[in-house]
């Protein structure tokens, strides 16, 4: 079975996580996806390294594409990549601001070319604004959104760049959209991702404001604005916060708890939930269990409901909560670490991880396509080497054998060739 993209041209301008990661998706959809990168690589192959321009980061961003490695600048280079832009169904691209413009790559010049064209193109603060012209990334975005996890001894960054694969699965969504507008009209159009958007829409919980109940978010602002310069700590710009809240969400019931010999993370927010945990527990909550009744103070009310349930947990192992918990519906998982995925049985039934054959490095597993679709499977092909397609696609942009060995032979696109005495 062919994969819902079968027969759909990307050539793909992009580098690091959110673009590429996209163009993964369309590629293991069955899509042709070009990867255009400079004589060195996307910097993610020198991630992670094992060997001369592989490294693990791009294997989990760049599989079942064709690279094509060159100095874009070389007017005969960028005239076939313009050429290339001109005939493919989807550009993707996360130039550094005003790039794309000086290169002839930008929407409105490949429209001109090519007005089906579908152009999704990624950047760090969206299109307009003081800051858009800036250049941004996942960390930045961490920090500037507040996605950053707040503790009473700062903010710790998320390891994972989350904000950055959320943009990818935007942008694979909304070229798919465009793909089904374009079917039904014939016409292309223009995507912006921005990571700021991008880690807002994963704040979603948090940003919605009803003024009715949420004006103390304008004096809480009012507060950071001078607050560190007056020499308040991070605990204290917390506990400030928390004072203002209309009400607080009794965090007893919906995160980590330690057991006797581990850790849990427990989801109990409904208040259904909350009582049948409540009775497991033997907790004293009038909170849930009366519903209409409320504290006096309800910081010291939610301290009193975590300490006992805390307290409840240290007192039995993981095993016993998470056979307790299930047996009662409510949702429990162990705290563990990434590495044990590898060997999970539930992730073995589902095929959440999938092994390819690299042309060097022999088999690598890697995360599998994450949706599965009965009639066009999605399917993961291998990463290639860098520059491994060069040739063909200079061919195929209609460069003469003639013209692509001088370009060779000016150094100004590249073939890597890979052997295993490189690894070794």
């Keep these: 079975m062919s994969g819902p993209f079968e027969g759909l041209k990307v050539l793909e301008l992009g580098?690091?996580?959110?673009?590429?990661?996209?163009?993964?998706?369309?590629?293991?959809?069955?899509?042709?996806?070009?990867?255009?990168?400079?004589?060195?690589?996307?910097q993610t192959r020198h991630n992670g390294p094992i060997m001369p321009f592989e490294g693990r980061q791009y294997f989990n961003k760049n599989r079942g594409k064709r690279s094509i490695s060159v100095r874009i600048t070389e007017p005969e280079v960028l005239a076939a990549i313009q050429k290339l832009a001109a005939a493919a169904d989807i550009v993707l691209a996360n130039f550094r601001p005003g790039m794309s413009e000086s290169l002839g790559l930008d929407y409105e010049s490949v429209r001109a070319m090519n007005p089906r064209v579908i152009y999704g193109e990624n950047t760090a603060y969206g299109l307009e604004g003081p800051m858009a012209p800036l250049a941004g990334m996942d960390m930045a975005l961490q920090a500037l959104t507040g996605l950053a996890h707040m503790t009473e001894t700062g903010p710790e960054p998320l390891v994972?760049?989350?904000?950055?694969?959320?943009?990818?699965?935007?942008?694979?969504?909304?070229?798919?959209?465009?793909?089904?507008?374009?079917?039904?009209?014939?016409?292309?159009?223009?995507?912006?991702?921005?990571?700021?958007?991008?880690?807002?829409?994963?704040?979603?919980?948090?940003?919605?404001?009803?003024?009715?109940?949420d004006s103390w978010r304008g004096e809480f602002v009012r507060y950071l604005k001078h607050a560190f310069a007056d020499g308040k700590t991070w605990a204290d710009v917390i506990e400030h916060r928390e004072t203002l809240l209309p009400h607080k969400v009794v965090r007893a019931y919906y995160g980590f708890h330690a057991t006797k010999d581990g850790t849990v993370g427990v989801?109990?927010?409904?208040?259904?939930?909350?009582?049948?945990?409540?009775?497991?527990?033997?907790?004293?909550?009038?909170?849930?269990?009366?519903?209409?009744?409320?504290?006096?103070?309800?910081?010291?009310?939610?301290?009193?409901?975590?300490?006992?349930?805390?307290?409840?947990?240290?007192?039995?192992?993981?095993?016993?909560?998470?056979?307790?918990?299930?047996?009662?519906?409510?949702?429990?998982?162990?705290?563990?670490?990434?590495d044990e995925l590898f060997f999970d049985e539930q992730v073995k039934a589902n095929n959440f991880l999938a092994e390819v054959e690299h042309e060097v490095l022999g088999s690598i597993k890697v995360v599998a396509p994450p949706l599965r679709m009965s009639e066009t499977p999605l399917a993961p092909r291998p990463p290639v080497s860098l520059g491994k397609n060069t040739r063909e696609i200079l061919a195929e942009a209609g460069l003469g054998a003639g013209q692509i060995d001088g370009l060779f032979a000016r150094g100004a696109v590249r073939e890597v060739h890979e052997t295993l005495e490189d690894l070794l």
């Design 15 to 42: 580098r690091f996580i959110a673009v590429p990661v996209c163009g993964q998706l369309l590629a293991e959809g069955g899509a042709d996806v070009i990867k255009v990168e400079d004589l060195d690589g996307d």
């Design 160 to 213: 994972n760049p989350i904000i950055d694969y959320a943009a990818a699965m935007l942008m694979a969504w909304g070229v798919s959209t465009a793909l089904y507008h374009r079917e039904r009209t014939g016409h292309g159009q223009r995507l912006n991702v921005a990571l700021m958007h991008a880690a807002m829409f994963l704040e979603n919980n948090q940003l919605t404001h009803v003024e009715l109940l």
């Design 267 to 338: 989801a109990c927010n409904a208040r259904t939930q909350r009582l049948k945990l409540m009775s497991l527990l033997g907790v004293d909550d009038r909170w849930t269990s009366e519903p209409g009744w409320m504290p006096e103070d309800a910081h010291a009310h939610a301290d009193y409901v975590y300490r006992q349930v805390a307290t409840a947990f240290a007192q039995q192992p993981t095993a016993h909560w998470i056979a307790a918990l299930e047996e009662r519906g409510l949702p429990i998982a162990p705290v563990r670490h990434s």
